[in-house]
């Protein structure tokens, strides 16, 4: 017999890992040996326009979770596997190779991933296989945190206020900060075991076919950027936590290069943390985690990162700080719109379904004659908007954007070239390696105006007065946008024409106040012109 925890993309990580923690910890009371298994899935990487950056990202996360778990003698089989319609019955045989007597796995709250575990769940019964399926992605679980009327919150303050109180339980409750207990180790002697023995020969594939990284150069600079692995994610966590904010500093392209190795003197000051309040909205300087990548794909758990900003607590009993008013209870309000997001999209599946939450504005006229043009000077950093184009390019180079660099750039889609929400989305998830369905789905439709909560439909974004609030240096776009790397002073957020000719930067591809007219109105009668 064995017990066999099935991990998938958004859990990868033995530390803190509750559907692993649970499984070992069944099979040390069953004394029966743990298998841990990984499914490779190109046609469901297709369907969620999956960037190669984030398959790339898996493999080498996964390489590193293997050797993790062989020095506790526990096997983890990675194997691919299509059609994707037939994974449920794959998974199956593979319980049925080992005689597993009970499988646990992570829960994943998209629509498709819930049904394909339905399916499991119902082909296990049949062979009377107990499946546990377990909260692990947010702080608190979807479902938990309901209005009066016991539904979702659709607007994210009402719903910050009600989540809070959760994270300190009431008595009897399970504490939702608890850490999950490491995987403990199989006896050495499943090496020589006939089945299990042999799934310690299977190593991770190089790649998935048709998630190729593009060359070398690109290959080592992502790489460069997102060194894969729990540790890495601890320590990016611990720079940001611990270490002097360097707003002088650049280094948008490597993270690791960012915040000085010094320890400060007063955290709650000086840290990147400290500040994170009054500077997480500037670009032209290091100032937010950079932890996406390893949020999404669940190298470190939330409930890590929550942990770390109680150890600032000036109380003798640490509590979480959720105040706007410091840098840290400011960031962990971020990572409550990473909860608020993930509970839309349990709560309600259709946003995961390609459509807008406000379904009267599903009626919105696009601009069909120059989309297929703007959109790809969009796609390639080109559309004569320095911060839009300084953003997307930042995208292109390191798989990665600032938040305020996304709003800026996904409302300028949006609004001011008037092209379908989401087929910037669908951009986004191709290029970013922290591509999550949730926070980008609440995103795209935060800027489109079509969401929960989202931006007024006519309180719309001027990009230039962006552009000098969040990079009053100039920095981040000399940075990412070599033509103009020579401009000093206010020209750098708006060329004037014959500057940008000289130069060989695009002029704007469309007028601003021209375009938000436009916007307005078709947004005031969905459905006309
Ligand atoms: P920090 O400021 O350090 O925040 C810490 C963590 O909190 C982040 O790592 C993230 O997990 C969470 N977080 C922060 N802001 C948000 C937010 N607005 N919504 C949800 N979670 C948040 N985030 C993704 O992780 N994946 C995406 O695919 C994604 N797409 C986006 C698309 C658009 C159009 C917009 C406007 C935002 C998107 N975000 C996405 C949210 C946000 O931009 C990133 O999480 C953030 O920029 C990551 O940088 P950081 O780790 O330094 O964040």
Redesign the pocket.
């Known amino acids: 017999d064995s017990i066999v925890y099935w991990m998938r993309m958004e859990d990868l990580r033995t530390r803190d890992n509750r559907a692993l923690a649970q499984a070992s910890e069944q099979a040390r009371e069953d004394h029966v040996p743990l298998i841990a298994f990984f499914v490779l899935s190109p046609h469901d990487y297709i369907a969620h326009d999956r960037s190669a950056r984030r398959i790339d990202f898996t493999l080498r996360n996964l390489r590193c979770i293997r050797s993790s778990l062989a020095e506790l003698h526990v096997p983890l089989y990675t194997t691919t596997h299509t059609p994707r319609t037939n994974i449920p019955s794959y998974v199956l045989s593979l319980l049925n190779e080992w005689n597993a007597t009970r499988l646990y796995a992570n829960i994943e709250y998209e629509v498709d991933e819930l049904r394909r575990d339905i399916k499991v769940c119902e082909l296990a019964r049949e062979k009377k296989v107990a499946c546990t399926f377990v909260h692990d992605k947010c702080i608190i679980p979807p479902g938990k945190v309901l209005t009066k009327g016991e539904k979702g919150y659709t607007v994210y303050s009402p719903f910050l206020r009600a989540w809070t109180p959760h994270l300190t339980p009431s008595k009897g409750e399970a504490d939702p900060l608890a850490y999950a207990p490491s995987p403990a180790a199989n006896s050495p002697s499943i090496h020589n075991h006939p089945v299990y023995g042999k799934l310690f020969d299977q190593s991770v594939p190089d790649e998935v076919d048709g998630f190729s990284l593009q060359d070398t150069e690109e290959r080592d600079r992502i790489r460069t950027c997102w060194p894969a692995g729990e540790d890495a994610a601890k320590e990016i966590l611990e720079r940001?936590v611990n270490t002097m904010a360097r707003s002088e500093q650049m280094g948008a392209v490597n993270p690791l290069s960012n915040g000085a190795k010094v320890p400060t003197k007063s955290p709650t000051k000086d840290s990147r943390i400290g500040k994170?309040k009054d500077a997480?909205d500037k670009v032209d300087a290091d100032t937010?985690?950079?932890?996406?990548p390893y949020?999404?794909a669940g190298v470190i758990s939330a409930r890590e990162?929550i942990r770390a900003t109680m150890q600032l607590s000036a109380s003798k009993a640490p509590k979480v700080d959720v105040s706007r008013e410091t840098g840290s209870g400011r960031?962990v309000q971020?990572?409550a719109?990473?909860d608020f997001?993930t509970h839309v999209v349990a709560l309600f599946p259709r946003v995961s379904m390609g459509r807008p939450f406000q379904e009267k504005l599903s009626s919105i006229k696009w601009e069909a004659d120059t989309a297929g043009d703007h959109l790809q000077a969009w796609k390639d950093g080109r559309t004569g908007v320095p911060i839009v184009d300084a953003g997307m390019r930042q995208a292109l180079a390191m798989g990665?954007?600032?938040?305020r660099v996304?709003?800026v750039a996904?409302m300028y889609l949006v609004k001011d070239l008037m092209i379908d929400w989401r087929l910037?989305e669908k951009h986004?998830?191709e290029t970013?390696i922290?591509?999550?369905l949730a926070?980008?789905n609440?995103?795209?439709q935060?800027?489109a105006s079509t969401g929960v909560d989202p931006a007024p439909y006519f309180r719309i974004f001027n990009p230039y007065t962006q552009s000098q609030k969040a990079d009053p240096t100039g920095d981040y776009i000399r940075y990412f946008v070599p033509e103009l790397a020579n401009v000093r002073g206010a020209d750098i957020h708006n060329p004037p024409p014959a500057l940008a000719d000289k130069l060989g930067y695009p002029r704007p591809l469309v007028k601003h106040d021209e375009a938000r007219q436009r916007a307005i109105r078709r947004y005031k009668n969905p459905g006309q012109e």
Not at 288 to 292: A, E, K, M, P, Q
Not at 400 to 403: A, D, G, I, L
């Open positions: 940001f994170y997480r937010t985690s950079r932890l996406s949020l999404a990162c960031w971020e990572i719109w990473r997001y990665w954007m600032h938040n996304r709003m996904a910037g986004f998830m970013l922290d591509g999550d926070s980008n609440g995103g795209w935060w800027s």
